[in-house]
Each structure stands twice: as structure tokens, then as C-alpha cells.
């Protein structure tokens, strides 16, 4: 048996024992068969918490939840993977549409998730670039409180490309 597991019903050997009830109020010190029957009776194990102590403290608790607790405490917790998410805008897009766009940039970033917008020109749509880089001003301004530059927007081919990294 390892010694950093703690010894549970039958395994504990001392007497007399400090013992403390499944809601944490002190049941005293008492005997060690005292205690076992306490915990059968409440349907629980009897666990050594501290067993340097003097009178070594044992605790009345579901030994099986509390193992699972430790190992989840001890776990590491989910991390995220942020992933690359793309909105597409067009230089005349409308306003309520524009909103949307900027409304799921926003979702996206709050996932911790990096966004890339494009805005892409077509056909004639090319000879008024500075109507795109008017649109990316204006992304940018209004998701300011839940993102970042990170890549500062510039022409690639036929759009324009920016990237927005979570604060």
C-alpha cells in the first residue's frame, strides 16, 4: 500500500481516534470500533485525515467522492485550442449586416478564438480600396474592448486581410 493514500475503515489501527462527522462538526475523540460503526451506520467511510496527530483525526465522509474530487482538483482543466475563425465583409455591405458580421467576430473572440477578416473586392469594386480600409477601421473600433491587432490590416490579392486576437 502507498503511504500517500490515506488508510480507510478496517486499515486504521489506532485507538482512541479524534473524529470529525460527514457535515465537519466534531464528534469527539472515541474508540476506533466506536467510530467504524458510527460511519457504517451513516453510510460512509471512516478516513484518516491526519495521522501524525495525537489522537490521529479521522473524517466520516463517501471516500469514493472524495477520491474523485482530488483527482479532478489535480487534473489539468480543459484548455482551449484557439482556432482561426474567418468573417468575409464586402465594401458596401449595409449596416444592419455589418453588425452581424462584427456580432459573431465578437462571439468568436469571447471563445478566445483569433478571427480573420477579409474584406473582398470584385470587379470595379477594386478602383475604391479605401472604402475596404474604412470598413476594417470601423471593425476594429468596434470590437476594440474584446480584441487586439495582430495582424494590421493590408492587401493580399484582390482583399484586404486582418487579424483580431482576443485581449
Do not use: W
Amino acid at each position: 500500500m502507498e503511504r500517500t493514500q490515506q488508510r480507510i475503515n478496517d486499515q486504521i489501527r489506532t485507538s482512541p481516534l479524534r473524529v470529525i462527522g460527514p457535515d465537519g462538526t466534531q464528534l469527539g475523540v472515541i474508540t476506533r470500533d466506536e467510530a467504524l460503526e458510527q460511519a457504517q451506520q451513516l453510510g460512509f467511510d471512516l478516513v484518516e485525515v491526519a495521522p501524525l496527530d495525537k489522537p490521529p483525526v479521522c473524517r466520516i465522509m463517501d471516500y469514493g467522492k472524495f477520491k474523485y474530487q482530488q483527482k479532478k482538483r489535480t487534473s489539468k482543466g480543459h484548455v482551449h485550442h484557439g482556432k482561426n475563425k474567418e468573417i468575409r465583409l464586402r465594401p458596401k455591405i449595409g449596416d444592419h449586416d455589418f453588425m452581424t458580421k462584427a456580432n459573431h467576430a465578437r462571439q468568436f473572440l469571447k471563445a478566445r478564438d483569433k478571427v480573420i477578416c477579409s474584406v473582398i473586392f470584385r470587379g470595379r469594386e477594386n478602383a475604391h480600396v479605401e472604402e475596404g480600409f474604412k470598413l476594417v477601421k470601423r471593425l476594429i473600433t468596434e470590437l476594440e474592448d474584446v480584441s487586439k491587432v495582430e495582424q494590421a490590416p493590408g492587401m493580399q490579392g484582390r482583399r484586404i486581410v486582418l487579424i483580431l486576437a482576443p485581449k
